[in-house]
């Protein structure tokens, strides 16, 4: 079965550090673009980060630049997203998705699943004391 599994959410206190991980099984990341977007409740689904297929361009949101970081590791056919710093605005269900041969701009402009060969299933980050 072709999917993408996102983990690693779960619940921090502000100023401290998650790493996600989105795992693709089925078929190879190679050739995919790769983004991360969420989406909180009452809000519109927004790119977060998203990274090229080989890794040569790279987007973030401006309310996550310096503290997030995105990477892929095709031969582990995984994509992270180290977030430092967090805050509780960065409270959402964070989603992987997978596009074939895109920036990492033209990626992380789209938003509906119906754009993307793949979308996961989401992973909870709540930023809370």
């Known amino acids: 079965q072709e999917q993408l599994v996102e983990s690693g959410g779960g619940l921090v206190q502000p100023g401290g550090s998650l790493r996600l991980s989105c795992a693709a099984s089925?078929?190879?990341?190679?050739?995919?673009?790769i983004g991360w977007f969420r989406q909180a409740p009452g809000k519109e689904r927004e790119g977060v980060s998203c990274i090229s297929s080989n890794a040569g361009s790279i987007y973030y949101a401006d309310s996550v630049k310096g503290r997030f970081t995105i990477s892929r590791d095709n031969a582990k056919n995984t994509v992270s997203l180290q977030m430092n710093s967090l805050k509780p605005e960065d409270t959402a269900v964070y989603y992987c998705?997978?596009?074939?041969?895109?920036?990492?701009?033209?990626?992380?402009?789209?938003?509906?699943?119906?754009?993307?060969?793949?979308w996961g299933q989401g992973t909870q980050v709540t930023v809370s004391s």
């Open positions: 998705a997978a596009l074939t041969d895109a920036t990492a701009t033209t990626t992380c402009a789209r938003t509906e699943f119906a754009e993307f060969d793949y």
């Open positions: 089925g078929f190879t990341l190679d050739y995919y673009a």
